[in-house]
């Protein structure tokens, strides 16, 4: 049998819509990113919030506690009781949160680090601590968030103020500084190398600067964590930053494409979907992956090329020229040709397989309970358990 | 303690994000469709694609067994293990799965019937039920989804050479035609009434007339099955049709108060969030429930008033004036006033709650595990899981 027919024969067994993950990819993406942090001499913190997996995790770390990144407390207590110790909470922390953090700390003896913007916060960290002086949970980690370009958390870099009274809180209060943190959010509506790079540089500056505030006010900070997928793919120089962090690289996706930091042809998911209709008159194909199996993420509706809810994949994954999920209810997808496109609609018959490239990879991964993973000929080589929740 | 304080002193309880479920209003909600499509003289088959919860099913259905839609096969096999045994599986069948809908009728003695809509899809049904003579799922009940509005799937009313052609290969191959079955998907476009009571009309008209291609070619046709939740709502009359289904209107939502069908103050499920951050000078509270908590449906982007992520309410359900979720990422909601109001910003301190409407309740039900159950006093009450996945 030829590869192509292999991997059909492989998929056939698969219940749809089913979410699939390319190894070969992902490992791809992984070494380079790698060797692009290692080239810049920093360290690599990945964001594990898209994959929300173990196994993918392993494959991303630099070792096998960490360090790593997480959106959830749920992440940190699932990374963590499978050897992840070394981990940050990247949403700034509520005080209720407190308790969490220090039973996942306790129980799994990790070094789990949060992450504030305020004095407010500070202070209830402050409290925390002075209410659980156990040795191993109680020297709790934070960094100050600090708000590289206005997109969202964070203290102003040259708020010199606000960022060694929010220090000085934590360290009288027993709470260890750990640094800074920011996150160009920003960049993600960029699309030219130049313009990408330069808000990473705009991302390391403020970043530097805030640490030096700190320091200068006798306040410690080794660390200086920037990250996001465009500014870590398109930096140039990362003087005076310690960790880079990045999460949705791993798995690339129509967005990503859309503003160039990776090209369809590295993007690790696809939705396995299975051809149910057809409304001829129309050019529709029926499939059954709606926006519950694709998500409800329609991020390239403001790029230059708007993918609707995902190009449209043979079982090889080989795109059919300009086939894209033209809309999408929750359980049926409308394939259909792009606006304005000459190509022919393929002949794909009821029953016929097809994989769909999602607009936003953290969105789409969310919708499934697990990753069908292909291997270099193809085959299903082995189920992945991804979680979710708070 | 007032009503208020007792509230918000259960919710304190909870790990935030989390989902919210208003018992009174769902109770309201069922009620005045029940005797709405009692009054229309028709019988009532709720969908449970949006609720995907036992526990809500039992609340929505009409009896402990049924009827009921659902819009997976994973929907069905939970929902006939729990002694609903009245199903439709409404997405058209795909080949692949029969083997799956056989096995769901005999375990669980389920009465399962599919949808279809072109020759080729009876021809597979035929020969599946050709090599599985069991007499519990061999005679497998089928309805011919008939095309209201140029929506989606389904054969156009008119075409009786095709709808007497899958009807002949049905009842030929020993399947059960069971009639025909509608969806007037353009009715979520509308929002005056008397438009979406046309949109009834013609959805009712299409279905009684396909049943009459039917009928006159000497096949049964004895289920003319039509629904959604803006023509359930507004129907003048549905002489000819013999049940109808709908799912969202148990919960409403955003973008359903947008089109009329449901008030703000009927939406059941809110999402609970804690104030997590501030950005002051720009106006902006931030929560911890982004995209991810809330989904990623922009649904009322297009409708008079666009909500944002959801409206702002205080921990009993209150709206605050003009206070909606402007922008979301994955953890992070960016909560602000609505642009150009000249409400006043709430003081929500760090640790505060609130309580986020959502757009779209079938999308973003499925982002949570389980429902918090509120009582008429605002007391969590219970938790009732959902399902998810196919």
């Known amino acids: 049998m030829a590869v192509t027919d292999v991997a059909a024969d492989s998929l056939a067994a698969l219940d749809t819509p089913c979410l699939l993950l390319d190894e070969a990819r992902l490992t791809a993406n992984v070494a380079r990113m790698r ?5 810049l001499g920093v360290a690599f913190r990945p964001h594990l919030k898209t994959a929300k997996s173990l196994d993918v995790a392993r494959r991303a770390m630099t070792g ?50 949060i992450v504030l913007d305020s004095v407010a916060q500070a202070e209830a960290v402050a409290a925390w601590v002075a209410a659980n002086r156990d040795p191993v949970c109680a020297p709790l980690p934070v960094l100050i968030e600090v708000d590289a370009d206005g997109h969202r958390s964070g203290v102003a870099p040259d708020d010199a103020g606000t960022l060694t009274a ?17 996150h160009a959010g920003d960049s993600y509506g960029l699309s030219e190398p130049e313009r990408i790079a330069a808000a990473a540089e705009v991302e390391r500056a403020a970043g530097v600067a805030a640490a030096g505030h700190l320091r200068a006010a006798g306040l410690p900070c080794p660390v200086v964590s920037i990250g996001s997928t465009p500014t ?18 791993m798995f690339g996706d129509l967005f990503q494409a859309g503003i160039g930091t990776c090209a369809t042809g590295d993007i690790v998911l696809s939705v396995l979907a299975t051809v149910i209709g057809h409304q001829r008159a129309k050019g529709w194909i029926i499939v059954d992956a709606g926006w519950m199996a694709l998500s409800r993420d329609r991020g390239t509706a403001r790029q230059a090329v708007d993918q609707g809810y995902g190009i449209v994949c043979d079982p090889a994954g080989t795109p059919y020229p300009d086939l894209i999920v033209r809309d999408a209810n929750q359980e049926h997808g409308i394939v259909a040709l792009r606006p304005g496109s ?9 029953g016929a397989r097809l994989r769909i490239l999602p607009n936003h990879a953290c969105a789409t991964a969310a919708q499934h309970g697990s990753y069908h993973v292909l291997d270099a000929a193809g085959r299903v080589s082995a189920t992945w358990p991804r979680i979710a929740g708070w």
Chains 1, 2 share one sequence.
């Open 35 to 39: 060797a692009r942090l290692a080239g």
């Open 64 to 113: 096998p506690r960490g360090p790593a990144m997480v959106s959830t407390l749920r992440e940190a207590a699932y990374f963590a009781e499978g050897g992840v110790t070394d981990l940050t909470y990247g949403v700034g922390i509520a005080p209720q949160k407190l308790d969490r953090v220090g039973g996942i700390r306790r129980q799994y003896g990790a070094d789990l680090a």
């Open 166 to 182: 929010i220090g000085r809180v934590l360290v009288a209060g027993g709470a260890v500084l750990r640094g800074v943190l920011l």
């Open 232 to 249: 870590a793919r398109f930096a140039e120089a990362l003087d005076g930053v310690t960790e880079v962090r990045a999460g949705v690289f």
């Open 342 to 350: 000459a190509a022919a609609l393929p002949d794909l018959a009821l």
